[in-house]
T-cell receptor, first 112, second 114 residues
């Protein structure tokens, strides 16, 4: 069973609208959680990284939240643009190890 | 940030042949990682490449199938040997820079095996 579960698997939104992606994890002991954006045919690019003590972090129109107690994170995209169409991947790392646990990603399609 | 140049970006190969993927980093890094991303799935770690030592392979991956070289602190190669259609995937290299705070990925190699 994957230690990082993302939902929804995919979603379609209209340009200018907001959306929220979810990430639930079981990785322990928790070190940090990262959100990546992966355009089709490209490597993932970091959006945010949060440690245990951080509840929210923003990067432009992207805002990530973390609840370490419930082991949940969300990525909120505000005022979506066509260029936001991509796969968004949640990645969690444990203390003391370099191995990362990857979610399967949420594919976001923004339509005009 | 670390800039990673990965090539080729894509290739179409015949069954039974081998393909070598290269990754060049613009700074010295201790550990480089190779991942496979099958369609619609999570990234899966193939192996960790350390300079001056044998690569460490994850369960399900073996050196004969995925030989790795790490001749210096800025370069690594992954070879996909004796390819079959099941090897069709995106292959990604990555480095963990800034003391583990930042994880950077190459642009990926889209491999299709006929």
């Amino acid at each position: 069973k994957n230690q990082v579960e993302q939902s929804p698997q995919s979603l379609i939104i209209l340009e200018g609208k907001n959306c929220t992606l979810q990430c639930n994890y079981t990785v322990s002991p928790f070190s940090n959680l990262r959100w990546y954006k992966q355009d089709t045919g490209r490597g993932p690019v970091s959006l945010t990284i949060m440690t245990f003590s951080e509840n929210t972090k923003s990067n432009g129109r992207y805002t990530a939240t973390l609840d370490a107690d419930t082991k949940q994170s969300s990525l909120h995209i505000t005022a979506s643009q066509l260029s936001d169409s991509a796969s968004y991947i949640c990645v969690v790392s444990a203390i003391g190890g370099y191995k990362l646990s990857f979610g399967a990603g949420t594919t976001v399609t923004v339509r005009a | 940030s670390a800039v990673i140049s990965q090539k080729p970006s894509r290739d179409i190969c015949q069954r039974g042949t081998s393909l070598t993927i290269q990754c060049q980093v613009d700074s010295q890094v201790t550990m480089m990682f190779w991942y496979r991303q099958q369609p619609g799935q999570s990234l899966t770690l193939i192996a960790t490449a350390n300079q001056g030592s044998e690569a460490t392979y994850e369960s399900g991956f073996v050196i004969d199938k995925f030989p790795i070289s790490r001749p210096n602190l800025t370069f690594s190669t992954l070879t996909v040997s004796n390819m079959s259609p099941e090897d069709s995937s995106i292959y990604l290299c990555s480095v963990d820079a800034h003391g583990g705070e930042k994880l950077f990925f190459g642009s990926g190699t889209q491999l299709s095996v006929l």
